[in-house]
């Protein structure tokens, strides 16, 4: 199975020009992925996803609007869309509200997808190693054969250390690739520098595998995220 994830930074909407450019953007990339991916899952969508449903129609995947719970209990802009081709899936919000998480089932293997503090330190780290536990936990429950967790994990990939081995035992840590070379890993998955967005599995083997088309993402003014992809069996 083929998974691509990508924050679009809330490029959800057409309302102005500005808004209609971001989106125009996003909504490309998705009618490509679409050809390439069988799973893709949008994060910080917000509040007008039931409006991107039905703009998503086109691409002949199925869409499910994935809404997490804010601080006061309404909608979030940090939601999330789920596309699907070829697999049956059940994407639902999960955990405390606190972080925008949620699992996908495909009968095979759980998908979870996520969104984690941003702050690049230990409040981060914290919460990946909550969603790892939660999300190996619930897959081994259900008798799946894995778990990948991706997404936006706003903790860089190079501060996990051999230290951190007794809290991620049985998971492994997947960089995203280049566009020109999916055996080298991307430098950065954020304009600012970083890699903060990619993948833990356990149970099942899956390597990277490029989520633009021709060339790395280099519109970081307009989306400030790379989207990032993985193909898992």
């Not at 490509?32 to 007008?48: G, S, W």
């Not at 083997?205 to 519109?219: F, L, N, P, V």
Request: aromatic share 10%.
């Amino acid at each position: 199975m083929d998974i691509a994830f990508w924050n679009i930074q809330r490029a959800s909407s057409w309302g102005t020009s500005d808004a209609a450019a971001r989106y125009g953007l996003m909504a490309a990339w998705v009618d490509e992925m679409a050809k390439r991916f069988d799973l893709i899952v949008l994060a910080e969508v917000t509040q007008n996803g039931p409006a991107l449903v039905k703009e998503m129609k086109s691409t002949n995947m199925w869409c499910q609007f994935v809404p997490v719970a804010n601080k006061k209990g309404g909608v979030s802009p940090c939601s999330f869309m789920v596309l699907s081709k070829g697999v049956k899936v059940e994407a639902m919000a999960v955990g405390d509200g606190k972080r925008p998480l949620i699992f996908i089932d495909t009968g095979d293997i759980l998908v979870g997808a996520c969104h984690t503090i941003a702050t690049q330190g230990e409040p981060s780290k914290e919460e990946i190693l909550d969603m790892l536990a939660h999300l190996g936990g619930t897959a081994s429950t259900h008798k799946r054969k894995g778990a990948i967790l991706l997404g936006d994990m706003n903790y860089a990939i190079d501060k996990w250390s051999v230290f951190d081995s007794a809290y991620t035992k049985g998971w492994t840590l997947r960089a995203p690739c280049k566009a020109s070379n999916a055996a080298q890993a991307l430098s950065k998955t954020h304009r600012l520098g970083r890699v903060i967005d990619y993948a833990w599995l356990t149970g099942i083997d899956g390597y990277a595998r490029a989520a633009t088309a021709t060339h790395d993402w280099s519109d970081w003014d307009v989306i400030d995220h790379t989207p990032i992809g993985f193909r898992v069996a």
